[in-house]
Every structure is written in C-alpha cells, then in structure tokens.
C-alpha cells in the first residue's frame, strides 16, 4: 500500500510538472526551422507557447513542436527540443536576419563606363550614385573609376587631336619653306599612348564596383518580416495564421 502510495505521487508530480506554467519577461526563441525572434512576456504551457514579438510588437502563439529552444536575457534555457532544461547557462545570442538575395533583375550590368543598366534600362549617373552608396566601397571605387575613366578619354581624345591637328599642319606647311615640325604629332601620339591605361584602369574600377554591388545581398530582414500573418476563419472561429 505504501509502495502505490509513493508511486502515485511522483506521478502527481511528474504530471503537474508537465503541466508548470513558464513565464518569461525577455529573450530568445529559436524554432525548428533555426529563425530566432527575440520576445517579450513569453507564457509556455502545456503544448503551446505564447508571446509578444518584440519587433513587430505583434501577439504570436505557436505549438511546442515548432520550437528548438527557449532562452531568456540572462542566456537560462528555459526549454531545448522538448526538455525543460532550467540552470542551463549559455551566451545570448543575437536575433538572426534573413539575407535576400538579389534577382537577376536588380542587378547591374556593365556595358561600358557610360553605359550601366539594370532590368534592361541604361541608369544615369545620379541614379547609379545613389544605388553604390550603400556600399561606401563601392561607391568610393565607381567615383575613382570615373575619373580615371574621363580623364583617360580626355587624354586619348587630345592626343589624337593634337596628332590629327600636327599631321595637317605639316601638310600645309610641306609647300613652304619652313617644311612643318613633328612636334605636334609627337606629343599627341604620347598624349593618347599614356591615355590608354589611365582609361582602361577606370574601367576596371567600374566593373570592380559593379561587382561589389550585384554580390551584396538585396537587404537583411527580421524574421517577421519574411513570416506571413493572416487572419482565418474556419468553423471553430477566427483566428490569426502565422506562416514563417
């Protein structure tokens, strides 16, 4: 008789254990899909687990079988993979954002210094400018890529000028006694030759920014963002549906 007696209360205790309600004012919820969302005043009892969202400042409730952990501010697990784990003491970890990446469609491409389109429409300056600063890097290499750029077609289109422009004064010059002089013809062709790299070291510049900026994710968004909350209505009643 003693013996049942025993037995029946450790039975009691293991089921109002399982019944104990768990408050915690703030941390960390990770779900089985490895998404954390950082909460506030979670209540987890029995098979389900409610709490406020503390980006999104929404009331969220989710069913034990979704969660891989708890953890409150302190780093305490409170819950891990159906165990009650209390005592437990990790390091916090911050709330992981989702990388989107970017589509074909929003990035650059390069067609020359000039000429950058995105989703097949060529961008101007101002735009493009605007589209690199949010990579200061980028940015930074598409302006000395520029630069580089102009002042190199400068150079070549002087020195082709100045060689063009020698090349017809020797010519008016060749019926006269004076004959003309190679120096016009001289400096323009050096002018140009020294031209090339600077400009082609532009152009690298440009398609290194390029580059920087189509390998940059699109942005990185909470969890909520990415998650999809909608109201349903079923025969049982009205209720929200949260989709992550």
Do not use: C, H
């Amino acid at each position: 008789m003693k013996k049942i007696i025993v037995f029946s209360f450790l039975l009691l205790n293991l089921f109002s254990f399982s019944q104990e309600k768990k408050i915690v004012k703030n941390g960390y919820i990770t779900f089985i899909s490895n998404a954390i969302i950082e909460f506030e005043n979670l209540t987890l009892e029995n098979e389900s687990v409610t709490f406020i969202n503390k980006i999104s400042k929404l009331e969220m409730n989710v069913s034990v079988a979704s969660v891989k952990k708890i953890m409150d501010i302190s780093g305490e697990i409170i819950y891990e993979t159906g165990n009650l784990r209390p005592g437990s003491i990790v390091q916090p970890q911050d709330p992981k954002p989702v990388i989107v990446e970017k589509s074909a469609d929003e990035k650059l491409k390069y067609q020359s210094a000039s000429k950058i389109y995105m989703n097949g429409q060529k961008l101007s300056n101002d735009k493009l400018e605007s589209l690199l600063k949010v990579n200061p890097n980028a940015y930074n290499q598409y302006k000395k890529g520029k630069s580089g750029s102009t002042l190199g077609n400068v150079l070549i289109g002087g020195g082709i000028g100045l060689f063009i422009g020698g090349g017809i004064s020797n010519l008016m010059a060749s019926d006269t006694s004076s004959g003309g002089s190679p120096a016009l013809l001289i400096v323009g062709l050096a002018t140009a030759v020294v031209g090339i790299p600077v400009k082609l070291g532009g152009v690298k510049n440009i398609k290194q920014a390029v580059n920087s900026y189509n390998s940059l994710p699109k942005k990185q968004v909470s969890f909520v963002a990415k998650s999809d909350l909608n109201l349903v209505a079923s025969a049982n009643g009205i209720g929200l549906q949260w989709k992550f």
